[in-house]
């Protein structure tokens, strides 16, 4: 019988998939667990492992490439590895040049690893999972192509995470937006929210439906979009949220976002929170603001 699924022959978990084993281009590479503390790609991944036959009889053509992330974090079950760093910052790969081996972390290693699956595929879509409760939502560039993908996965829209001072260059989709390909990170739900994991299956299909590799349906209702005008990055030990916010919780204008000693942040406009992370530390981002379009 034709092996339709297989390790790839040289970078750790990671593996393919292909209709008839002939791993044929083009690549979609399918990321889970970048944090090792978000299971529900890694879940969806482990979900078409486990189903191989099945879920290749329905490629229509391509391979896909399913790539475990960050492999130790998960072990440890968090967001990075012990005395490591966020490998989600890393894939500028400025590192290579800036900083010498010796001074890599276990994620240094495992971005330089992944790099041929991240940054030389055709398509890509990064699923995570967030630390507070939310609705399902998509990070795309904000091109019509790229709003559109967002659209077909059934998810809520965002866009503007690649303006001045933002991240996009720096994360896993970073590469491919630049280039101009299909690229979608994708915030499943809460971490431990059970049935994330579902969601995070549904959402993967949709997207290869939509990219004509598989046979599976668009998603049938469009969402809101939204786009990003703000980073907060925590400014100070002891600032915090006002509240238990929520993605997609909405502060009309003067509203307080959060205080610390000394620093009190009001929103100037209204705004839409995104990713609102109570857990984090100083200089680290605590929130994002978006506005409904
Ligand atoms: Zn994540």
Redesign the pocket.
């Known amino acids: 019988m034709t092996e339709v699924l297989k390790t790839h022959p040289n970078i750790e978990s990671v593996w393919l998939l292909s209709p008839d084993g002939s791993f044929q281009p083009p690549r979609i590479a399918v990321m889970g667990a970048?944090?090792g503390n978000?299971r529900c790609g890694l879940a969806a991944i482990e979900r078409v492992r486990a189903d191989a036959e099945n879920f290749a009889s329905r490629m229509r053509r391509g391979t896909l490439v399913l790539i475990h992330g960050n492999p130790l974090a998960t072990e440890q079950g968090k967001?990075f590895s012990r005395g490591g760093v966020d490998i989600?910052r890393l894939f500028a790969y400025e590192y290579l040049h800036d900083l010498a081996q010796a001074a890599w972390t276990y994620e240094h290693h495992r971005a330089a690893a992944i790099r041929p699956v991240v940054t030389d595929v055709d398509a890509l879509i990064d699923l995570?999972?967030a630390s507070r409760p939310t609705d399902p939502f998509a990070i795309c560039d904000g091109t019509p192509e790229g709003i559109k993908l967002a659209q077909s996965t059934g998810c809520n829209i965002t866009y503007g995470w690649d303006g001045p001072g933002m991240l996009m260059e720096h994360v896993s989709i970073g590469a491919l937006v630049a280039a101009g390909k299909p690229a979608l990170s994708i915030e499943c739900g809460q971490h431990a929210d059970p049935g994330a994991a579902d969601i995070a299956h549904r959402i993967l299909c949709h997207f290869l439906g939509a990219l004509g590799v598989t046979d599976h349906g668009v998603a049938d209702e469009t969402r809101a979009t939204y786009r990003l005008f703000g980073r907060v990055v925590k400014p100070t030990h002891d600032f915090q949220l006002a509240g238990p916010f929520k993605s997609f919780d909405r502060l009309a204008p003067g509203e307080k976002l959060g205080s610390g000693d000394g620093v009190i942040i009001h929103t100037e406009q209204e705004a839409h929170l995104l990713l609102p992370t109570p857990t984090a530390v100083r200089g680290e981002d605590i929130v994002y603001l978006a506005r409904k379009e």
């Open positions: 970048l944090h978000e967001r989600n995570h999972s």
